[in-house]
């Protein structure tokens, strides 16, 4: 499925105007990179990870998006690199919308919690503001009288929900010693697998920016899939968003454009979906970097023949709006906090699950926790485009439930904007339970889900 939808075009009046930059963002090595379970030094740089820009501007409001190759960044560092960038260029700060695309190949910009408050930011969190901060003026520095259209293309091969109702308790058991109805990441072709316990989707979602002469500008894509993966062990890599921007600059045949084109993909909703397909026992093996670039490829090849569609327009309307919301965080039960205990009588060759080290030291942590966190919700309007920023790993059905909501023709969520505050499952899927539900994977209230997306919705029609 192929379509696609552009504002009423408005030959008198303002100028529309679109600029793009990326700053470099790679930290030095040794860093840690913090993808897995246990972090590791980083000891090479595959390629370089950016932070990457698009200002546009319809001559009375003007957006500015930032896309991090990290893999989550927390709210203070982009509070940071807002008020410098307001202070620099007197974007109003609700109008920037800055988020991680979740690479689990970056080190890391999070501090000690997602939920407990830093006092201080470290010097690459500073380092990092500031090169964000620095892409923002570039790109305003570019702006330049443009066109801008926007479209969707269907690329299911690569999204299955990696969350599976298994038959198997085994399967199924969870560090607070009890069992799950759902696995994440279930062993391929097990015999237990029953079915996915959610949707997926499969569009991607894109904004293309070009000058009135035609030449390409920037390209902003949004794709509901996690990272892909396939990085050597201590590399440094921006995944497959990083191959996108590269392969998508070449589709379109802006390598040698001045200034230079900026192609971006964004996270989508896709924090319980990843490109593995559970059922295939005999899955292909690939190269270091291989997978991640066919991915990537293809992507971009969809956009391409989608982009050619698309009717460029020569002025639409901008607004954003944003809001705080306050939620409870969740603390731990009586129950977890006796089951810890006694694991710490028992010798530590003892049967246990392989994650309760881990969970046990999250939810110690959990004691210094505050009670109530406050995030921040964002909307943008590009024409009838909306886009939705949300700062959690946000899973696949609340996506789609802003899709089918959402007073605009179209529109997207970019996940991890804003902040990072953990994943974001439904109310349903807490139920079910399963890693991205296990206190210290999730930190607030389990109806969270539902006042993100109420809230969401009336700053949609705020802006209508």
Known sequence: MIHSAVAIAQSDGPTFRAGAATSNITPPLGELIVGGWEPTPAQHIHDELQARCLVLDDGKTTLAIVLCDNVGIPHEVFDAAKTQAHQATEIPI?????????????????????????????????????????????????????????????????????????????????????????????????AALDRPAGPVDPEVSFVSVQSRDGRPIALLANYSLHYVGGVPRNEVSADYFGYFARAIKQRLGASQTTPAFVGMLSNGTSGDVNNIDFRNKNPKRYASYEKMQEVANKIADRVYEAHAGIEFHDWVKLSAASTPLTLKVRKPTQAMREHFAELEKQPEASPRHRREAIYARRIASLDEAPETVDIQLQTLRIGDLGIAAIPFETFTETGLELKAKAPTRDMFTIELANGSFGYLPTPRQHRFGGYETWLGTNYVQEDASEKIVETLLNLFDAMK
């Open 94 to 190: 609700e109008n920037m919308l800055m988020a991680s695309t979740h690479t689990h190949s970056a080190t890391t910009a999070r501090g000690e919690s997602k939920v407990i408050q830093q006092s201080e930011l470290t010097e690459y969190q500073k380092f990092l503001a500031g090169r964000i901060a620095d892409g923002v003026r570039r790109a305003l520095n570019h702006l330049q009288p443009a066109k801008i259209g926007w479209g969707g293309v269907d690329e299911p091969s690569e999204v299955f929900n990696r969350r599976w109702f298994v038959t198997d308790p085994q399967l199924a058991a969870n560090p607070f010693g009890g069992v799950d109805q759902v696995r994440m990441n279930p062993p391929r072709g097990h």
